[in-house]
């Protein structure tokens, strides 16, 4: 291979390997949110709880130095905290959009004053325990997609996994079928004696252990610290993608992908040296976003029909 | 109230000491009222356009966007009246209104964009407004970087021509001027919606869009109006931030008050006169945050988790007392499994 | 005897209501058993706590000797209980299997469409309910998707099932079909609670029946040993012959013109094919037909709230086919849409705003809205219509069907407009109010204007109208005068028949026939 022609599938191995590492915490928070949005609950709270989750993760890493038992505890700490949302949307009956965003707010002051007490004055540690990139041996040799797909973190193959997974609880379990109802017409799954609000609550709570989940990805496969605007916005992306994805978490997957190309275009744009201003493609993920959920492809008559309305029974 | 006085206790503080400092240096003194004054103004300001966009079907939640573009067109145009530069010094008096009208533009049309995408293609407005959000910040980030970057190393641009600067109104504060424009726009907003056939028009969409088309309203051109009014206000914010306080356009000039002003209009019901004085409670409690931090060293940001918390539970009495705060679409609907009300 | 279900002494109430009020009620195994009532008699409530979707407050409930407990719909399904709701509890997005196992739980946790499809299909045979399993619910026409809420009943073995208006958006024809079906239930031995207030339905299909009023239960009768007279008496207390004064009115010229008029609906299916009508000053024609033949997509069309593929309407000549809603109001086409709540109200808006909806451009001065005027209008529609409301000042939502509806059509009417499009204005109301809103349309008709009335219930338009025009799939089968009009012959042009040929969707000339009885 000549000169140019290395240097271009350098770049597109870079890019693609990133592409996919950083796909992975949206993906999943994604498929954690197709769930509740499904049921019928709008949860805005993802982008809060991820930043819980990648909180408590560090903490428990940095504690412990053990990475399974953090990305757990994120889990659990995903579920926690969306206890109270679960009840602000489905008993209290609140509207999701503000209970959603206050409680973004709200995890940011948790957050900072808790990571500010539990560092106290020592310094911010180099890097904690993390997860390290698989390499899978003999398909990782392919040259060319090799390292790519095959060498990810575990937690990257988890999340493809669970895609599968969710596409199947979804669409051939009673579960998956007692859920959709939920979010397309509460009182038929009412009146089929499906009790709505436990669905809501549990799709609710399933998008906040795959948020907290989320969380343990970012910090523990991909960026090994805790920053305060770790999440900046992915929660938001994740919600994006739910859309994107039709609500099929195999679609999701797909969504998910093109979002972490264009995050990783950036990355690798720069690190190539090029002259374009680093904010523009930081905004590229944003505004493929926005183009997607503008209603220009479609999208708007396949969303569950009760999406958004709380179910309130006589 | 409990939770933050355990919180306070953690910091070996005594929650006294620490509410006093809260409350007191806000609204005991001179000095601190003049900042709280100074956090009022935008943050009412962003409520305003909360609750106009709210109210109309609008869930509009870019107020950031809106905030730091107005900023960004209104430092602009100042840099331009800088001695030395094109325009050259120019009355205040001429400035001023070229000033509002910039900050409302930018502000509106950025907002508009948003209502167009819902009013034409039916696009989520709320994530996409959410995102537009960071794009409107990278594009901040950009200018202060480049175009519009002072010498020197820092993400910012030179400090605004006096000439430029909003006029301090309590004598031994800093606070400005920008508070008079809020409640100029406070007044305008409540006349809209209470007392003109445009703001009953915008109520209606805002409550049943189907009705409103049934009554002749045109909803996409209500909404788009909508948008642009609630993200002029926006961009109006960011003008007052920046020509009264800060003087100069940073990276990182919102500091969130795109948020926090969406949480004080809902607050205030989403009623403009109540908008004012719900900011004013919180911008004394930013700026008593602040000096307990200095005072007893405990982080600002609890004020985040006690506002927070603050509106969560007012938002679950709410609801708890089926006193429903209308929001655009997200008012719950009851089924009905039988026809009508009068079977039973 | 032994009664398979017995509730006794059964009360309920809700918020200012006793809507139930010591009712007993039993039903025999094999017995098809009316529940007739008006509107708030108490059948709806009795029957969904029997479901176990209320609780009652008091009471007790025995199934075949036994005392049980309905705390849930679960209950009532474990028990073999079944409903079939007025606004049917299908996912429209799912299929008919799907809707079908929507809440088993015996079956565990995997999902097995192909075991029921196959089932259901054995189902649907066996009881003379033709489906097609897979196909999605929500592109079936009612009449099918009401036998998809049968078939889900028969699925879990009811023994029991309730039907809460059944026939409400029946053709005749499928009305006896229906029949047929529930004939051969009640041969199985099954039961069937037919709640409704439709007379001849009882007569013909029912073996007894009890009436209610006002939460109580007035009497229960075998269908042999009593008459029509008799059971309108014990539902409303008074004979009542429903029927309204009508003087004879010479008719106008033509007001309101519709040419060759076709409209799609959002999935771009033709609903409205190429119709034509005309209205006189000072007549009602009436629009029968079936609920989603084309009806409410005509009323939208007049108005241009829906666009129009092709086609014109005229206001005493002028063409407004493509003018703006405010525009038609402007020209003189009122509206009355069928849907109160959510379209022709804002109901979280107080009485005085509503009474101006639509006018809001009329009252101002100036730039600013004209709110004393406004008050006093609406002040004005109060009295005039006699609506019983607290106050002007309070959320129109607050208003009982009856009065909405008052409000809404008194709004219309006051507007002075030529023309006037209704749409079912009596859906859901009870015995007084529709009286009242009879009167106000035949009002409004003496003073000339030319209204088209959209319904579903033959007893309004044979009362006020003068011709009935019958839509099916959008397009018109026939008019006739109501004065010499036989249910029969209206009743199969509803069902896409034209007395006297073979079934058979028009073809183009009998189009054009059509057209010259106009």
């Known amino acids: 291979m000549n000169g140019p022609q290395f240097v271009l599938s350098a770049f597109v191995v870079t890019w693609l390997t990133a592409s996919l590492r950083l796909a992975g915490p949206v993906l999943l928070a994604a498929l954690g949110e197709t769930f509740a949005e499904q049921s019928g609950v709008l949860n805005i709270g993802i982008e809060g709880t991820i930043l819980l989750g990648a909180l408590t993760s560090f903490l428990v890493s940095y504690y412990t130095g053990m990475i399974w038992l953090s990305l757990f505890a994120a889990v659990f700490a995903g579920i926690a905290a969306n206890i109270f949302l679960a009840w602000m949307y489905v008993t209290v009956r609140a509207s999701q959009v503000v209970a959603g965003l206050v409680f973004n707010v709200l995890a940011v002051g948790v957050a900072s004053v808790v990571y500010r007490k539990a560092l106290g004055n020592s310094a911010v540690p180099e890097s904690i325990a993390m997860f390290h990139p698989l390499h899978i041996p003999f398909f990782s040799n392919i040259s060319g997609i090799g390292p790519v797909v095959f060498g990810q973190t575990i937690l990257f193959y988890l999340t493809i996994a669970l895609a599968f997974a969710a596409h199947f609880v979804l669409f051939r379990t009673n579960f998956g079928l007692a859920l959709r109802a939920s979010g397309e017409n509460p009182a038929a799954a009412d009146s089929a004696g499906i009790s709505v609000s436990r669905m809501r609550y549990a799709g609710t709570l399933i998008s906040g252990a795959a948020a907290g989940m989320a969380g343990g990805y970012l910090v523990l496969a991909q960026v090994g610290l805790f920053r305060e605007s770790i999440v900046s916005g992915q929660g938001f992306i994740a919600l994006a993608i739910v859309i994107f994805g039709r609500w099929n978490p195999l679609k999701a997957t797909v969504a998910a992908m093109v979002f972490g190309a264009c995050d990783a275009l950036q990355l690798s744009l720069q690190i190539f040296g090029t002259r374009v201003p680093p904010q523009l493609l930081l905004a590229l993920p944003y505004v493929v976003t926005i183009l997607a959920i503008s209603g220009l492809f479609g999208g708007k008559a396949v969303q569950p029909t009760a999406l958004m309305t709380p179910y309130v029974k006589d | 109230m409990f939770v933050t006085a355990f919180l306070f206790l953690s910091y070996g503080a005594s929650p006294w000491q620490a509410y006093y400092a809260l409350f007191h240096e806000p609204f005991g003194t001179l000095r601190g009222f003049g900042y709280a004054l100074v956090r009022t103004s935008p943050l009412s300001l962003i409520a305003l356009g909360t609750i106009v966009s709210w109210r109309s079907g609008f869930a509009y939640l870019g107020f950031e966007g809106c905030f730091v573009l107005g900023a960004a067109a209104t430092s602009w145009l100042a840099l331009l009246t800088g001695p030395g530069e094109r325009v050259g010094p120019v009355s205040f008096f001429l400035f001023l209104p070229l000033a509002i009208l910039f900050g409302f533009l930018a502000g509106g049309v950025w907002a508009g964009l948003v209502g167009l995408v819902r009013a034409r293609l039916g696009g989520n407005e709320v994530l996409i407004s959410l995102m537009a959000n960071y794009v409107a910040i990278f594009i901040l980030q950009y200018l202060v970087g480049g175009p519009m970057r002072a010498p020197g190393s820092l993400p910012e641009t030179r400090l605004l021509p006096r000439t430029t600067w909003l006029p301090f109104i309590l004598p031994g504060t800093r606070a400005h001027a920008g508070i008079l424009i809020a409640i100029a726009a406070a007044g305008l907003v409540w006349m809209l919606l209470q007392k003109m056939p445009l703001g009953y028009e915008m109520i209606v969409t805002g409550f049943n869009a189907a009705a409103a088309r049934y009554a002749g309203i045109d909803v996409a051109r209500r909404i788009l109006l909508a948008a642009f009014f609630a993200g002029g206000l926006g961009g109006l914010a960011g003008m007052v931030e920046v020509l009264g306080s800060q003087h100069r356009l940073m990276d990182g000039i919102s500091g969130g008050v795109g948020f926090v002003g969406i949480v004080v209009a809902l607050l205030a019901r989403l009623n403009p006169l109540a908008a004012i004085p719900t900011a004013l409670l919180y911008g004394g409690l930013s700026v008593g945050a602040d000096a307990m931090q200095r005072r007893a060293s405990i982080p600002s940001s609890i004020t985040f988790i006690l506002q927070s918390l603050a509106v969560l539970f007012v938002l679950a009495f709410d609801a708890l007392r089926y006193y429903k705060i209308n929001l655009p679409g997200f008012s719950p609907r009851t089924p009905p499994p039988v026809a009508d009300e009068a079977s039973r | ?518």
């Open chain 3, 1 to 518: 005897m032994k009664h398979t279900l017995e509730m006794k002494n059964i009360v309920k109430r809700f918020p200012g209501v006793l809507a139930n009020n010591n009712v007993n009620f039993t039903l025999q195994a094999g017995e098809i058993h009316a529940l007739l009532g008006e509107n708030g008699a108490g059948k709806s409530t009795l029957m969904q706590i029997l479901y176990g979707f209320h609780a009652m407050d008091s009471g007790e409930i025995w199934i075949d000797g036994e005392r049980v407990h309905l705390g849930s719909p679960k209950d009532a399904i474990a028990l073999g209980i079944g409903m079939v709701y007025q606004e049917f509890m299908l996912v429209r997005r799912f299929s008919v299997v799907e809707n079908t196992v929507l809440g088993l739980r015996e079956r565990g946790a995997l999902l097995d469409l192909q075991r029921a499809s196959e089932e259901l299909k054995e189902l649907s045979n066996r009881h003379g309910l033709a489906l097609d399993p897979a196909a999605e619910v929500g592109s079936l026409p009612i009449g099918v998707q009401q036998r998809v809420e049968i078939l889900k009943l028969l699925y879990r073995d009811a023994r029991l099932l309730i039907l809460d208006e059944p026939t409400a958006v029946l053709t005749p024809q499928e009305k006896d079909h229906l029949f047929a079906v529930l004939r051969k239930l009640r041969e199985d031995g099954r039961s069937v609670v037919l709640v409704t207030h439709k007379l001849n339905e009882i007569m013909e299909i029912a073996d007894r029946v009890t009436v209610m009023r006002d939460g109580q239960a007035v009497a229960t009768r075998a269908i042999g040993s009593t008459s029509g007279q008799e059971l309108t008496r014990l539902m409303v207390g008074r004979e009542v012959n429903l029927r309204a004064e009508k003087s004879i009115r010479k008719r106008g010229a033509p007001i309101l013109q519709i040419e060759n008029l076709r409209v799609q609906d959002e999935t771009g299916h033709e609903k409205v094919r190429g119709l034509s009508l005309e209205v006189h000053a000072g007549e009602i024609l009436g629009i029968a037909g079936v609920d989603g033949n084309g009806q409410s997509e005509l009323a939208e069309a007049v108005m241009h709230l829906r666009e129009i593929k092709s086609g014109r309407v005229l206001l005493n000549g002028a063409d407004v086919t493509g003018l703006s809603v405010a525009k038609h109001r402007g020209a003189g086409i009122s509206y009355v849409p069928a849907d109160r709540r959510h379209v022709g109200s804002v109901t979280e808006m107080t009485v005085a705003d509503n009474a101006i909806l639509g006018l809001q451009r009329k009252y101002t001065r100036g730039l600013f809205r004209g709110i004393r005027e406004a008050r006093e209008s609406a002040l004005g529609l109060v009295a005039r219509f006699g609506i019983r409301t607290a106050g002007i000042d309070f959320a129109a939502g607050k208003l009982s069907g009856g009065n909405l509806q008052k409000l809404i059509l008194g709004r219309e009417i006051m507007r002075g407009s030529a023309a006037l499009v209704v749409e079912h204005p009596t859906r859901g109301l009870d015995v007084g109010a529709v009286e009242a809103v009879w009167g106000e349309l035949l009002r409004a008709q003496q003073e000339g204007k030319a209204i088209l009335l959209i319904s579903a219930e033959l007893e309004e338009l044979l009362n006020l109208a003068d011709r009935i025009a019958v839509m099916f799939e959008g397009r018109i089968m026939g008019v006739v005068d109501a004065a010499g009009a036989s249910v029969e012959e209206i009743g199969l042009m509803m069902a896409g028949i034209m007395p006297g040929s073979a079934p058979a969707a028009a073809g183009p000339a009998q189009e054009a026939r059509h057209r010259e009885t106009l």
